[in-house]
């Protein structure tokens, strides 16, 4: 992402990966780069990113200070509604 080079095939490609292993994720760290690379090139996928809520929501306890501002930040800018995630625990 920090390259800017787009590569839509391959964002599609990660994205269904991602989405069918998401059970996989136990790394707060992980989800958080994944969202902000999308977020970065300005790909807006609605199922990636509604998709990774709960397992983001479950993780939350383990962010970094820098991981919790990168998911905010995506979600802003993906502009997806996450209320399970963004709540009294996030803030």
């Known amino acids: 992402a ?3 080079v787009s590569h839509p095939d391959l964002f599609e490609n990660v994205s269904t ?3 069918q292993r998401k059970g996989e994720f ?3 760290q992980h989800i958080a780069n994944l969202l902000w690379a999308y977020a970065t090139m300005g790909i807006v996928d609605n199922q990636l990113f ?3 809520v709960p397992t983001a929501a479950k993780l939350i306890d383990s962010y ?3 991981a ?3 998911i905010a930040w995506a979600y802003a800018v993906a502009d997806v509604d996450a ?9």
Do not use: R, V
């Open 2 to 4: 920090t390259a800017q």
């Open 17 to 19: 990966a991602a989405i």
């Open 26 to 28: 136990n790394n707060s």
């Open 50 to 52: 509604s998709s990774f």
């Open 64 to 66: 970094n200070n820098q």
């Open 68 to 70: 919790l501002a990168n």
């Open 83 to 91: 209320p399970t995630l963004f709540n009294d625990i996030f803030i």
